[in-house]
């Protein structure tokens, strides 16, 4: 990818996911980032999900899809883990999406 995420945060605090306000992973919906929205029913590996995590309106977490029903979870100062996506995670999707180039999107 040619960014980090740095460039869609200009908050330094190590926890910003706490008390975003910004719409930070709605950015994923501008092309210019080379993501495309995908219907979670076609969701595939290497798919990324963002979700509303202990909130209701500001998506604030985001996963890999390393299997169909499995998302890698990464976070900084702890041990990166696959957990099931299911009940929990389904409720509180915002979205998915593919970076264009993958699966020749």
Not at 70 to 87: D, P
Request: aromatic share 18%; proline share 3%.
């Amino acid at each position: 990818l040619p960014y980090s995420t740095k460039d869609f945060c200009d908050n330094d605090d190590e926890r910003w996911y706490d008390g975003i306000s910004k719409q930070l992973f709605n950015q994923f919906k501008e092309t210019k980032w080379g993501w495309v929205s995908v219907n979670p029913k076609y969701k595939q590996t290497l798919d990324v999900a963002t979700f509303y995590i202990g909130s209701t309106n500001v998506a604030n977490h985001c996963a890999i899809l390393v299997e169909p029903n499995k998302l890698l979870h990464i976070m900084e100062g702890k041990k990166s883990w696959v957990g099931v996506y299911g009940t929990h995670y389904l409720r509180y999707t915002a979205g998915i999406y593919r970076f264009r180039g993958i699966f020749n999107v």
